[in-house]
């Protein structure tokens, strides 16, 4: 399979998760307060937040596969890059 119809249905299927998340957790809030709402829209934004991370990940793999080595170097650095800024910004938050 291609590189980039693995990204497309990676991208595609983060995106409608999470849309399918925020509705429901937006439909469980308009009828009634519990907690399960709230927790879905937790688990919407955590989808979306880690679908870029799928989506690099799996063209780590791909290209091993393929043996592309040029797209394995810049994919791996872009991926230490977003876990540098994910591990930065866990670290240092601040809470108000």
């Known amino acids: 399979m291609r590189i980039d119809k693995v990204v497309f249905y990676i991208l595609v299927i983060g995106m409608i998760t999470s849309i399918a998340l925020f509705v429901t957790s937006m439909l469980l809030s308009s009828i009634t307060k ?3 709402s709230a927790m879905l829209a937790r688990i919407g934004v955590e989808v979306l937040i880690a679908t ?14 393929k043996r592309d080595y040029r797209l394995l170097v810049l994919a791996l ?3 230490i890059i977003m876990m ?13």
């Open 34 to 36: 519990i907690y399960l």
């Open 52 to 65: 870029p991370y799928i989506t690099i990940a799996s063209i780590v793999v791909m290209s091993v596969l």
């Open 77 to 79: 650095i872009v991926l």
């Open 84 to 96: 540098l800024s994910l591990t930065m910004s866990l670290v240092l938050h601040a809470t108000p």
